[in-house]
C-alpha cells in the first residue's frame, strides 16, 4: 500500500498503477474522456490534470506513475480553469469540421458528431480486439476517426462492440433496443453461447432485454465480448418461442396445460418401459443448459427411467477430448486455465479457429502473439491466426495423429525433452520412444502434405520455447482418431513437461457454454457427477438418491439412435439440443427419430427435431430467465442469472424435469430452486464441496474447489496426476480416413463455425446476425474454383456416399486446393445431410471435419 | 434464416459535406525502376520494422503516378506489409501527399508567420487571379495547382513559395505573373532557384 494526500486528506492506496488510479481508489471525483481501464493510458483527453507537490506544471493523473507520499491535488480554481479550456477546445474541433454519420450496421450506429477524440475506440480495436477497424485520419482540426472500409459494414469490423462499450460520448451508439429506452435493471449473469463463458451484464427495462454489456472484472472475458454475446440476445424475444406445452395428436399439435403434458409424458414413457424395459428410454441432455439443469436430467434418467442412458451433446465435439485426458491424465477435464493464454511463451493452436468460434479467446491469443509470444498453428485452412503465427501447418484433414508423432518424434531425436519431468513424471518412455522411431517427419510429411522441416520446426518451437500450452477445438476431435489425436497432443505436452505448471497445459475449446459442465454432471452414460465413473460411485449416489442405479450398461448417443432404428430404443427425450441438424448423416437421424414411438421434447422454439418428430413438446426458458451455474473450458463454475421472468409459460429445464419425475411418483425431485440441486451435487462430488453460491458470486471458481476455504484450481496436475503419480506415455498409431479423396469423389469437406452464427442456429439465426451472415457458404480454393467452373456465390451441390446439400459457393484462397470448407448452421441447407457415419471408436464422436465429396452445378 | 423484419441499412455519409474517400484508381504496381529503390532503400530498416519504409515507398508511388490512388496505397500496403487502411491513415496526414491529380507544377505558398507578414496572402491571391482558380485547384491547362502549406523553413527569404522540391524566394506579389508565364514557358529553366545554392 502507498500512502498519499489527496486534496489535503491522507489515503492508503494500492500500490503500483497511476495517479488515477490512486484517486479513484480513494473514491475522490476525478473526470476522465480517455481512460479506459482496459487500455494503455494515453493522456491524449487532458481532463485528469491534477498537481502533484514538487512537480512544477499540472499533469494527467492518468499517465503519471504513482509514488509513495504523493500530495496530489485534483481540484483549484487553476485545474478549473485549464479544464474549462480543455472543454472548450474539444467543442469548438467538434463544431469546425464534418462528422461521418454511418447506419450501415445493423448493431452499431456512427454519429462522429459527437466524437471527442478520445481515441478509445481506436485504442480498444487494436489492443483487445485486434482488428484494427477504427483509424485516425487528418491531421490538426481535420482529424477524424473513420473506418477502414467504405462503411462499417464493409470494413474489417467484427461487431465485438468494444468500441461502443468504451465510447463516452454516444458517438459509438448500440443500434439494438434504443427504441425501448435505456435499462434501468443490470443483471449479472453468463453469456447463452460458446464455451469460454464470458460473464455480461444483461439491461432490462418493462421485462424486455434491451442490452448487455461486458463486465470489465470477468476473469474469462476481462470486459470484452463478441458479436454473439453482445447483440445476439433477440432470439429471447422472438416471435415464435414456444411457450406452451403441446401434444401432438393425428399429426396436428395441440396446446394442453402442463399437468396434461406431464400426464401424457408419464403415461407414454410409463408404457414404453413397461412394454420394453428401461434401457428403451433415454435421455439427450443439453450443453446449453445450466450444470442442475443437467444434474437433474440425468438424475431423471437413472433414478426414475432406471437406465443409464443418457448424453449430452459432448458426444459429438469433445468427447475425445475427455476421454483422452481422462486416460492418460486421469481427469477429463481442461489441464490449465485461460489465463495460460498471456503466461506460455508459446501457444500451440491445433485443429481450432478461436476468432471465430471462440472469439473473446480469439483475441486474447492475437494480443499474445502480438505481444511476442511464439504460436503455432496447426489447421487446413489458413485461419485468421495464422496471419500471426509463426507457422502454420496447413495439415491434411483427418492427418493429425502423423503430424504430432512427428513432432513428437523430432522432440526425442534431438533431445529435446524435459528429462527431469519424464523420469519423474511419466512412464512407457522406452517403448513410446522405439514407437517414434517409426514417425520420423519425413514420413508425415507425405501424409499430411507438409513439409518435413515445418514439422521439425513446430517441434523445436513448442519444445524450446517453455512454458508452452496448447489449445485444440473440434478439429482434433471430430475425427475416427479423435481421442487419439487429443492423446497425441498430451503425449507432446508430457515429452516436453508442459502440463502442470503455469503457461502449459493442454486445453480443450469447448464449443457450448456447459458442454464441460453437462459432461461433467453425469450426462453420459459410463460416469455419474463429478465424472465419476458408475461403479465407482455406485455406493455413493445409491446412498444420495435411495434407489438402485441400474446395471446395464447406458448408450451413447449416436448408439441410442442405432438402438431407434434396431428397435431396441423406443422412447427419447431430448432437452434444448437439435439432433437432426446437428448429428451427421441427416438421413439415417431422421430414419432413427421416426422410428422412435416416444420422442419429448423440451426447448425455446419447434426445432427443426421437434416439428418433424416429437410427440410432445415442453416449452423451456432461456438462460436469460433462469438461475444456475455453467461451467466453461476452463473448469470456471459461473453463476447463472435470471433477468427477465420466463417467458408465458415457459418453465426452466430443471423444473420440468422435477415436476415430470413428479408426475411419475418419483421422489427425490421436490427441490426448493436450482441452489437446493447444487448443493446435492456438492454433498456428491467432492471437487465441487467448496463452491457454494455464495461463493460463486463473484467471477466463479474452478472445479476442483473441495473445500470453503480452497481458492480453485488454475491449474491441474501440479504435484501429480490425478490418475496416479506417473503418466503413461501412449503410443498412438495413424489410422487413415475412409473419407480420402477419390476420383468420384475428389474434395475433402471440412465443416465448421462461423463468427456470426452458432451450431443449428436456433439462436442466431433469429438474431440480426442472420443480417450480417445470412446463408452458409462453401469455401473453395481460387485454383479448384476455376477448374471446376464455379464462381463467387454460385449455387453449387456438395454430394457425398450420404447425401447432398445446395448452398453458395464462395471463393476463397484460405482453403487449400482439394478442400472444401462449409459452415452447418442453416436449417433450410441442412450440410449434415452430407457428413457422414464415420466415429471415433473410443467415444462414437462422429467425424464430422472429414467428408469425401464431389461438386456440381445447382 | 433471418426471422426478423428486414432492415434497411443506410451507407455512410458526412454530414456538412460529403465523405472523400481515396479514387480508387487503376492497377497499380512500380516501375522496375522504382522497384529496385524501394528494395535498396527498405535495407535500411531492420527486417520487423519495415514499415519504417512507408514514406519513401509513397513518395516513389507519387513520382510514378502525380498522385496517389487507392490501388497506389494497396500496392504501397502489399510492398510495407500493413494494411491499406494503415496507408491511407499516413496518407491523410501528409499534406504533400496528394489523393486528387495536381499540375506539373505544385506552388505551395507558406502561410506561416514570417511570410504571412510579408505579404504571403497576397502572394496567393495573386496566383489566384492569374490563374483563375482558388487554394487546393488545378488550373485549366493542368500545369498548375495552387496550396497553402505551413513554414517552409525559409523565413529569412520570405515570402517564399516551394514550386515542386524548389524555393522561389521573396517572390513578392507583383512578380507572380511574370513568374507564372516564364514556368509556362521555360518549364524548370524559369526557376531562380534556392539562395543557398547560389551562394556556394
Known sequence: MARVTIDGRPYEVPDGGSVLGAVRAA??????????????????????????????????????????????????????????????????????????????????????????????????????????VWHVRGRGLDTRIEPDGASLRESACVSCGACVDTCPTGA??????????????????????????????????????????????????????????????????????????????????????????????????????????ADAAAVLTSARATNEDNYVAQKFARAVLGTHNVDCCARVCHAPSAAALRRVVGAGLATGSFDDIERAATLLVCGANPTESHPVVGARIKQAARRGARLIVIDPRRIELAAYADLHLAVRPGTNVAL????????????????????????????????????????????????????????????????????????????????DGVAALINLALLTGNIGRPGSGVNPLRGQNNVQGAAHM???????????????????????????????????????????????????????YDVLLSNPDAAATAQALAALDVVVVQDLFLTETARDYASVFLPACSSFEKDGTFMNAERRVQRVRAALAPRGGSKADWQIVCEAARAMGAGGFDYAGPEAIWDEVRALCAGARGMTYARLDRGGLQWPCPSLDHPGTATLHAETFARGPRAVLEPVPYRESSQTPSTEYPFQLITGRTLYQFNAGTMTGRTRNADLRPADLLDISPDDAARVGVGEGDAV?????????????????????????????????????????????????????????????? | MSFHPKMEYAPARFHKSARTLPD?????????????????????????????????????????????????????????????????????????????PVGTYVLNVCRTLSCALLGAERVTEAISEKLGIKVGETDASGMFTLIEVECLGACDRAPVVMVNDDWEERLAPEQVGEFIDHVRAKGRAAFTGCHLHKEK
Not at chain 1, 456416399?801 to 445446395?806: K, L, M, W
Request: proline letters at 5%.
Open chain 1, 522 to 576: 453425469g450426462c453420459d452414460p459410463g460416469v455419474l457427477a463429478g465424472s465419476v465413473p458408475v461403479d465407482q460411485g455406485r455406493v455413493a449416489f445409491e446412498r444420495q438418491w435411495g434407489v438402485a442405479l441400474p446395471s446395464a450398461h447406458g448408450r451413447t448417443l449416436p448408439q441410442m439412435l442405432d438402438g431407434a432404428i434396431d428397435g431396441s430404443v423406443r422412447a427419447l427425450w431430448i432437452m434444448g
Open chain 1, 172 to 277: 459509438l451508439e448500440d443500434r439494438l433496443g434504443a427504441a425501448h429506452g435505456a435499462p434501468d435493471t443490470w443483471t449479472r449473469t453468463v453469456c447463452p453461447y460458446c464455451g469460454v463463458g464470458c460473464e455480461l451484464d444483461a439491461g432490462t427495462r418493462d421485462g424486455r432485454l434491451v442490452a448487455v454489456r461486458p463486465v470489465i472484472d470477468s476473469p474469462v472475458s476481462r470486459g470484452h465480448l463478441c458479436v454473439k454475446g453482445r447483440y445476439a440476445f433477440d432470439f429471447v424475444a422472438a416471435g415464435d418461442r414456444v411457450t406452451e406445452p403441446m401434444v401432438r395428436g393425428r399429426g396436428a399439435w395441440r396446446t394442453v396445460t402442463w399437468d396434461e403434458a406431464y400426464a401424457v409424458v408419464a403415461a407414454r414413457l410409463g408404457d414404453v418401459i413397461r412394454r420394453h424395459g
Open chain 1, 404 to 483: 504430432l508423432n512427428a513432432m513428437a518424434h523430432v522432440v526425442l531425436a534431438e533431445g529435446l525433452g524435459d528429462r527431469a519431468f519424464l523420469a519423474a513424471r511419466t512412464s512407457g518412455l522406452e517403448e513410446f520412444r522405439r514407437f517414434l522411431d517409426a514417425w520420423p517427419p519425413s514420413r508425415a510429411a507425405e501424409i499430411c502434405g507438409v513439409d518435413a522441416a515445418s514439422i521439425r520446426r513446430a517441434a523445436v518451437l513448442y519444445a524450446t520455447g517453455a512454458p508452452a500450452t496448447s489449445v485444440h477445438g473440434l478439429g482434433v476431435t471430430e475425427h475416427v482418431q479423435g481421442t
Open chain 1, 27 to 132: 473514491r475522490v471525483r476525478l473526470p476522465t474522456l480517455c481512460h479506459d481501464p482496459r487500455l494503455a493510458p494515453s493522456g491524449v483527453c487532458r481532463l485528469c490534470l491534477v498537481r502533484i507537490a514538487g512537480v512544477a506544471r499540472a499533469v494527467t493523473a492518468c499517465t503519471t506513475p504513482l509514488a509513495d507520499g504523493m500530495d496530489i491535488v485534483t481540484a483549484s480554481p487553476e485545474l478549473a480553469a485549464a479544464r474549462r479550456g480543455i472543454l472548450r477546445m474539444l467543442a469548438a474541433r467538434r463544431r469546425s469540421r464534418a462528422a461521418l454519420i454511418d447506419e450501415s450496421h445493423p448493431y452499431i450506429r456512427v454519429d462522429m458528431s459527437r466524437c471527442v477524440d478520445c481515441y478509445r475506440c481506436v485504442q480498444i480495436c487494436d489492443e483487445v480486439q485486434g482488428q484494427f
Open chain 1, 797 to 858: 451441390r456438395v454430394i457425398s456416399r450420404h447425401g447432398t446439400a445446395v448452398l453458395g459457393a464462395h471463393v476463397d484462397a484460405t482453403v487449400a486446393p482439394g478442400q472444401l470448407f462449409a459452415t452447418f448452421h442453416q436449417p433450410a441447407v441442412r450440410l449434415n445431410a452430407v457428413t457422414g457415419e464415420g466415429r471415433d471408436p473410443v467415444t462414437g464422436t462422429p467425424e464430422y471435419k472429414v467428408t469425401a465429396v464431389r461438386l456440381e452445378h445447382a
Open chain 2, 24 to 100: 480508387p484508381g487503376g492497377d497499380f504496381t512500380y516501375t522496375a525502376e522504382n522497384q529496385a529503390k524501394f528494395d535498396a532503400n527498405v535495407q535500411r530498416y531492420p527486417p520487423d520494422q519495415r514499415k519504417s519504409a512507408i514514406l519513401y515507398a509513397l513518395y516513389l508511388a507519387q513520382r510514378q503516378q502525380g498522385f496517389l490512388t487507392r490501388a497506389a496505397m494497396a500496392h504501397v500496403a502489399g510492398q510495407i506489409r500493413c494494411t491499406t487502411a494503415d496507408v491511407e491513415d499516413v496518407v491523410s496526414y501528409y499534406t504533400m501527399f496528394y489523393t486528387k
